[in-house]
């Protein structure tokens, strides 16, 4: 079990969730979005890199020819101090550079786990049926899905895994805390496909979830899937 910031992993299967297909995204683009994460759920937002066409291929603005995350990391060092959650600075940002990705720093409002999607799926299946309290949820075309929790959850995980008799490193149980960040909807992740909410922001989703009412469902998930 590692903490690092969440990027794409090859493609598994196409979601299928029991709750159903992922909700339809909002058609807006990444200016619009970033907005509403600060004014709706006021979260910190980064601008990230973007995706250029080269003819038929689509690399990432940063240059790389082997970008691990192309279309969706912070652009150049000290991104940290660029940060923002003010609508009106992230409206700037964006007209400046409409392609940017929308990321969103962790650690501050939120830390994030991330699990395959087939062991999400299975989790969230079982934590809806216990009406457990849940935050957003969001998945990535790589195959992987990201549940939003307290502040410091990353910290506390490995501690609640012990205590649940889980060894340690031997799920496939990512953790993105301090200094960390994740792509948000719409961003796309090279040529996969766009980050989507499978549990969207908004009233009627409790923000964050507590990381110790879900990693139980999570590990036991993440169990099976890894046997």
């Known amino acids: 079990m590692r903490e690092t910031a969440a990027a794409p992993a090859p493609p598994t299967h196409a979601p299928e969730r029991r709750t159903g297909a992922i909700p339809q ?3 807006d683009g990444p200016l619009d979005h970033a907005v509403r994460y600060t004014e709706e759920r006021h979260w910190d937002v980064l601008p990230g890199t973007w995706l250029e066409h080269h003819g038929a291929t689509v690399r990432c603005s940063c240059g790389s020819p082997v970008c691990e995350a192309p279309g969706a990391h912070p652009d150049g060092p000290g991104w940290a101090e660029r940060v923002t959650s003010s609508p009106a600075t992230a409206r700037r940002m964006w007209e400046a550079e409409p392609r940017a990705s ?3 720093p962790t650690g501050r409002s939120f830390d994030v786990l991330d699990v395959p999607e087939s062991a999400g799926c299975l989790a969230l299946a ?3 049926r216990a009406e457990v309290e849940l935050g957003p949820v969001s998945a990535t075309p790589g195959g992987r899905m990201m549940f939003f929790v307290l502040p410091g959850g990353a910290v506390k995980t490995p501690g609640v895994l012990r205590q649940l008799g889980w060894p340690r ?3 496939d149980l990512r953790t993105v ?3 960390g960040y994740v792509p948000a909807p719409p961003t ?4 996969l496909g766009s980050v989507q909410w499978v549990r969207r922001t908004g009233r ?3 923000w964050p979830a507590d990381p110790e009412e879900i990693l139980p469902a999570l590990a036991y998930a993440c169990g099976l899937d890894h046997g």
Do not use: I, K
């Open 177 to 179: 805390g301090g200094n």
């Open 126 to 128: 079982r934590l809806e």
């Open 25 to 27: 995204q909002r058609g």
């Open 102 to 104: 929308v990321l969103l």
């Open 204 to 206: 009627a989703v409790r």
């Open 188 to 191: 796309r992740l090279g040529a």
């Open 169 to 171: 490193d031997t799920l």
